[in-house]
């Protein structure tokens, strides 16, 4: 399949994109495919898949380091501590950079091309990578929070698949009050005592709809996936998923624990009829545990586009559980007021800087067009 082929698959609002980045395989390494200004620049990519896993591991860490200096239950930093990890981020994130493209080309080809706001579209089959967090900003004591493409640019990601159906319809979703469907582990302390008010206030407010799926038992777990596959059907114009990601049992299977003891795997959407009949939105805003897969977000998000969502936002790495309900509040704002999703990404990117100089919205992902939104 050549390049113009490969172009077409994602369906995007292109008028809205300023640079296009397409990856594919090229024998045991890559070949990116750049535009800008209308321009199609041919890169090869001096990494093999065991690279990429090394830099994407090693950005992993380095956020998780940045995490670990916020004290969740004073809101305090060991400031220090915290200094000496978003410089190490940094170096990180801007290494990777340089591993992934060159410092030449980027400066010829991408920097100068694009504007804040700049919405960049990636797609790739087998090369994943946290685009948010690469740097390009100045190195030492000092980081510019705007060096990262994700505090700058609006970045959306598709993954090449055959099947994705809601990502043929219109960006638009009209409606005055959205329906929203709620998946919650309410064993997780702050998805019970901000989250689900956060969403509860706003159906208060009548600013949404608000549906829950009920209990489970994981000792009745045909009928579990059954009343799953009933919800996943409703009518519903967002679905938000906060619960946990982890690995099952001892294999290295991904699942979602969304309810106490009760878990998901994608061959149960394969197998139990989990089809988003109405092609919601999908907020996956899903705390890790134990072990983290950096593919995982990547994996689900092919998934949900699989099953009809018309496009994911997920949490990619490791994010706190007061954090990550911190972040669904400043998002809800920003996308009820009308804000596209790539814009209401950035926007609540960006405020939760400003409040708690917290950078960890970058380990949100987009996969979805970034002109999204709700109209009345």
């Given at each position: 399949?050549?390049?113009?082929?490969?172009?077409?698959?994602?369906?995007f609002d292109?008028?809205?994109?300023?640079?296009?980045?397409?990856?594919?395989?090229?024998g045991?390494?890559?070949?990116?495919y750049?535009?800008?200004?209308?321009?199609?620049h041919?890169?090869?990519?001096?990494?093999?898949?065991?690279?990429?896993?090394r830099?994407?591991?090693?950005?992993?860490?380095?956020?998780?380091?940045?995490?670990a200096?916020?004290?969740?239950?004073?809101?305090?930093?060991?400031s220090?501590?915290?200094?000496?990890?978003?410089?190490?981020?940094a170096?990180?994130?801007?290494?990777?950079?340089?591993?992934?493209f060159?410092?030449?080309?980027?400066?010829?080809i991408?920097?100068?091309?694009?504007?804040?706001?700049?919405?960049?579209?990636?797609?790739?089959?087998?090369?994943?990578?946290?685009?948010?967090?690469?740097?390009?900003?100045p190195?030492?004591?000092?980081?510019?929070?705007?060096?990262?493409?994700?505090?700058r640019?609006?970045i959306?990601?598709?993954?090449?698949?055959?099947h994705?159906?809601?990502?043929?319809?219109?960006?638009?979703?009209?409606?005055p009050?959205p329906r929203?469907?709620?998946?919650a582990?309410?064993?997780?302390?702050?998805?019970?005592?901000?989250?689900?008010?956060?969403?509860?206030?706003?159906?208060?407010?009548?600013r949404?709809?608000?549906?829950s799926l009920?209990?489970?038992a994981?000792?009745?777990?045909d009928?579990?996936?059954?009343?799953?596959?009933?919800?996943?059907?409703?009518?519903?114009q967002?679905?938000?998923?906060?619960?946990?990601?982890?690995?099952?049992?001892s294999?290295?299977?991904?699942c979602?624990?969304?309810?106490?003891?009760f878990?998901?795997?994608?061959?149960?959407?394969?197998?139990?009829?989990?089809?988003?009949?109405?092609h919601?939105?999908?907020?996956?805003?899903?705390r890790?545990?134990?072990?983290?897969?950096?593919?995982?977000?990547?994996?689900?998000?092919?998934?949900?586009?699989?099953?009809?969502?018309?496009?994911?936002?997920?949490?990619?790495?490791?994010?706190?559980?007061?954090?990550?309900?911190?972040?669904?509040?400043?998002?809800?704002?920003?996308?009820?007021?009308?804000?596209?999703?790539?814009?209401a990404?950035?926007?609540?990117?960006?405020?939760?800087?400003?409040?708690?100089?917290?950078?960890?919205?970058?380990?949100?992902?987009?996969?979805?067009?970034?002109?999204?939104r709700?109209?009345?």
């Amino acid at each position: 399949m050549g390049l113009e082929q490969r172009a077409r698959l994602p369906f995007f609002d292109d008028f809205a994109v300023q640079a296009q980045i397409r990856i594919q395989p090229a024998g045991r390494e890559y070949v990116a495919y750049i535009q800008t200004q209308g321009t199609w620049h041919r890169v090869r990519v001096g990494l093999q898949p065991h690279d990429a896993e090394r830099l994407r591991t090693g950005l992993q860490q380095a956020l998780m380091e940045v995490s670990a200096c916020f004290d969740d239950a004073t809101g305090g930093t060991d400031s220090a501590a915290y200094a000496r990890a978003l410089s190490d981020l940094a170096h990180k994130s801007n290494a990777a950079l340089q591993g992934i493209f060159g410092e030449d080309m980027l400066r010829g080809i991408m920097s100068e091309a694009l504007q804040p706001e700049a919405v960049v579209q990636v797609t790739s089959e087998d090369f994943f990578m946290p685009w948010d967090l690469l740097y390009d900003g100045p190195l030492g004591d000092h980081v510019d929070i705007s060096g990262f493409w994700g505090m700058r640019y609006i970045i959306s990601r598709a993954v090449v698949q055959p099947h994705r159906p809601g990502d043929l319809l219109s960006p638009l979703i009209t409606s005055p009050r959205p329906r929203v469907g709620l998946v919650a582990s309410d064993y997780l302390s702050h998805v019970v005592t901000r989250e689900i008010p956060a969403l509860n206030r706003l159906r208060r407010q009548k600013r949404i709809y608000l549906s829950s799926l009920g209990p489970l038992a994981s000792d009745q777990r045909d009928q579990g996936l059954d009343q799953i596959a009933r919800f996943w059907r409703r009518n519903l114009q967002i679905v938000h998923l906060a619960c946990e990601m982890r690995e099952r049992g001892s294999s290295s299977q991904p699942c979602l624990r969304v309810s106490e003891d009760f878990d998901i795997v994608a061959e149960d959407f394969r197998t139990g009829g989990f089809d988003l009949k109405h092609h919601p939105f999908a907020i996956l805003n899903a705390r890790f545990a134990g072990a983290v897969n950096s593919l995982w977000a990547a994996d689900w998000a092919a998934v949900f586009w699989q099953h009809g969502a018309r496009g994911i936002l997920t949490a990619e790495f490791l994010v706190p559980d007061g954090f990550a309900a911190a972040f669904a509040e400043t998002f809800y704002e920003h996308l009820l007021s009308g804000e596209p999703v790539g814009k209401a990404l950035l926007a609540s990117r960006h405020d939760l800087w400003a409040e708690q100089g917290n950078p960890l919205g970058l380990g949100y992902a987009l996969y979805s067009s970034p002109s999204i939104r709700i109209a009345p």
